[in-house]
């Protein structure tokens, strides 16, 4: 059985800075993209920044130049770094990553979510 498990929210003033990680754990055959998401209140869960399985990345307009995603394929892990947060930045993040099992599967994963809130 495959988890995501995520760390690294908080409370942080307007400025600041947070790392989340998430790691990856369980049966797994092969990682293809990994991404994360956010959820604030009353909003639909929207993309935030994605890595292939390359290296090639994609980020929301809103969080360009800001927000660094990165992955370790080794651990597995994948990072948000989170830089001159904003108080619009407040939602709760969640890790995802599209996992194989066996060859022959291919599905979404999703963390728990973790919740990141910035104070103005």
């Known amino acids: 059985q495959v988890q995501l498990v995520e760390s690294g929210g908080g409370l942080v003033q307007s400025g600041g800075s947070l790392r989340l990680s998430c790691g990856l754990s369980?049966?797994?055959?092969?990682?293809?993209?990994m991404a994360w998401y956010c959820q604030a209140p009353g909003n639909q869960r929207e993309m935030v920044a994605t890595i292939s399985s390359s290296g090639n990345t994609n980020y929301a307009d809103s969080v360009k130049g800001r927000f660094t995603i990165s992955r370790d394929n080794a651990k597995p892990t994948v990072s948000l770094q989170m830089n001159s947060l904003k108080p619009e930045d407040t939602a709760v993040y969640f890790c995802n990553a599209v996992i194989s099992t066996t060859p022959y599967d291919r599905r979404d994963y999703w963390g728990q979510g973790t919740q990141v809130t910035v104070s103005s």
């Open positions: 369980g049966s797994i055959f092969y990682i293809d993209t």
